[in-house]
């Protein structure tokens, strides 16, 4: 296999040479951190007056976490490290969850982001003279924008739709030959089922290959992609408070994200008791900022669960890999008494070939009990006209989730297209039990 | 001889129903016998249609779930005791019947079965035998 390196210098540094930068940028970092209010007042309180009382990479735990809410707090200058005259950019969160957060980017911020995302998409094999379709959403959603700004540094021929607009989606990738999309897994499913309505087949493209992310999926649902499509697809990750995508990202070997480590201190800590976790542990993922001017952030809580994976990545990258995201520590939902994650549901769900392109979860109260209601969409060309294999396929849903998360699920089968579509982050949860 | 059923997965959701035979309606395929199997919140409509090829075509292209199933007509005496005779050379003979239902209309002054079998070779071979008429593609064109 060729592996091509966008800076091999960076990316295959050695342990203790990578160690020796993160500290020196850590400690930058704190300087930085310490012009804002919010660091200043909790820094001092932990006792760091200056970034000289920062001396080894392990001084790193004196170091409070940062929450989310703190950044709600912070909004919208707390955190602010740099004077507005250097700011070239401003991204929010939508704030549909409350308080909007805020990241500012300086010129130098933007231009490292994008450097990481280049050296995510030659990672994955990608590179000049291949078609790029950025299905992500553009604007304040950093899905978008950070692959754009990757891709054209690299020099890919960029088509920036954005997120939605199906029947167009499916027309340019035709049209112009697109070789790689950017997207939501949910999102490229949906694509996927309404390539027949749009008058064209899987043969009709040439897609090779598709960076998925933005929202929790299984293992499974990146398979089913891939052997739709008949591409290759690489799990991406990142989030707003980080940049947004360029974080974490597969190499052409799949198997597992390479954290860029000069860029982001990696901790996996117990959620609740706050101890660092070993490898192949699954915790909370934790986040330093190495390099960045006009956000610095400091141990921020991602609120993320997943592990790092043990031992070296035959490509040569010395930065280590993290799994897939399991889940959020705030997605839990308790189901009679039971502790269940959604991302459970949909490794059971997307197994089963039977099963479509969609999916919905969905509780409500039933009495004093609660009632889990999983919807899926049944996949087409399964369908062989048999109400009683109808029947079947129901129950055996039934089965397999039962054996999966010990709750008793009510399984509904739906008529492709029929549960509602996402185009950006997909919302599979729908839980009515606290209205009632 | 088979004929090919246009089988359609609905959600028992108003105006599916409705949809479907509009949209084959307006494409000019006629439909000649239906029936409707229902599950709690799904169903199966089992149609035999003039084109079903062209049918299930038209369906796909608007996402409907469809698909093509091999059945069996068989012309029955619209008697008292008629399907009873019908069912008896089954029974006999160990064919096991999925499901039936009846066509609207007739061309001769005999009713018209639809069946589905297991093994529709099997049964054809003996409803050949016991000289029950199998109704043909043709004659569904015809009616």
């Known amino acids: 296999m060729v592996i091509n390196y966008w800076d091999k210098e960076h990316e295959t540094l050695d342990k203790q040479a990578l160690k020796k930068l993160q500290l020196r940028r850590l400690k930058d970092t704190v300087e930085a951190a310490l012009k804002t209010p919010f660091y200043k007042s909790r820094l001092c309180k932990a006792g760091i007056k200056s970034c000289d009382d920062i001396t080894c990479i392990e001084d790193l735990k004196k170091i409070p976490f940062t929450t989310k809410d703190d950044l709600r707090e912070c909004y919208p200058q707390g955190l602010l490290a740099v004077g507005l005259e250097g700011v070239v950019r401003i991204h929010t969160s939508s704030g549909t969850t409350g308080t909007p957060t805020v990241i500012y980017h300086t010129r130098e911020d933007i231009n490292r982001w994008t450097d990481l995302v280049a050296r995510c998409i030659i990672a994955t094999g990608v590179n000049q003279g291949d078609i790029f379709q950025n299905m992500m959403s553009y604007g304040m959603f950093t899905g978008g924008l950070g692959l754009h700004y990757g891709a054209e540094r690299v020099g890919l021929t960029v088509i920036p739709i954005g997120s939605g607009n199906t029947k167009r989606q499916i027309q340019l990738m035709h049209d112009f030959k697109t070789t790689l999309v950017h997207a939501t897994p949910s999102y490229l499913l949906h694509i996927y089922s309404k390539l027949e309505e749009s008058g064209f087949s899987i043969k009709d493209l040439v897609l090779k290959k598709a960076y998925l992310g933005a929202e929790p999926y299984s293992e499974n649902t990146r398979k089913k992609i891939e052997e739709l499509f008949a591409i290759d697809a690489y799990n991406s990750y990142g989030l707003s408070e980080m940049n947004g995508p360029g974080v974490a990202f597969e190499c052409l070997y799949k198997c597992g994200m390479h954290v860029w480590e000069d860029a982001y201190l990696l901790e996996v800590i117990d959620p609740k008791t706050a101890v660092e976790l070993g490898a192949d542990k699954e915790g909370e993922i934790v986040f330093t900022t190495l390099t960045r001017e006009a956000t610095p952030l400091l141990r921020y809580r991602t609120r993320d669960l997943a592990f790092i994976y043990k031992g070296e990545c035959k490509c040569q990258r010395s930065h280590r890999r993290l799994s897939r995201i399991t889940g959020r520590t705030d997605d839990m939902l308790i189901v009679n008494g039971v502790n269940l994650y959604p991302s459970q549901i949909e490794e059971v769900i997307m197994r089963i070939p039977e099963v479509g392109t969609n999916y919905q979860i969905y509780l409500e109260k039933e009495g004093s009990l609660d009632k889990l209601v999983v919807k899926v969409e049944i996949y087409s060309k399964m369908f062989k006209g048999d109400l009683a294999e109808l029947d079947n396929l129901r129950d055996r849903i039934k089965d397999e989730l039962r054996a999966a998360v010990i709750i008793n699920p009510v399984v509904e089968l739906h008529e492709p297209g029929n549960l509602p579509v996402f185009e950006g982050k997909a919302k599979r949860v729908l839980d009515m039990r606290q209205k009632l | ?143």
Do not use: H, W
């Open chain 2, 1 to 143: 001889m088979k004929l090919t059923q246009v089988s359609v997965f609905l959600e028992n959701k108003k105006g599916r129903l409705f949809e479907v035979c509009s949209l084959l309606g307006k494409n000019k395929i006629n439909i000649r016998a239906l029936s409707v199997a229902e599950s709690e919140e799904f169903g199966v409509l089992r149609l035999v249609v003039n084109k079903p090829q062209e049918a299930v075509r038209i369906l796909k292209k608007r996402s409907f779930v469809a698909s093509l199933t091999d059945i069996v007509a068989v012309e029955v005496e619209d008697k008292p005791g008629g399907l009873a005779s019908i069912l008896k050379i089954f029974d006999k003979s160990n064919i096991n019947v999925e499901y039936m239902y009846g066509f609207v209309e007739k061309f001769s002054d005999k009713a018209i079965l639809v069946f589905r079998f297991d093994d529709p070779d099997k049964a054809i071979g003996i409803l050949t035998r016991n000289k029950v008429n199998i109704v043909g593609k043709k004659d569904v064109l015809s009616l």
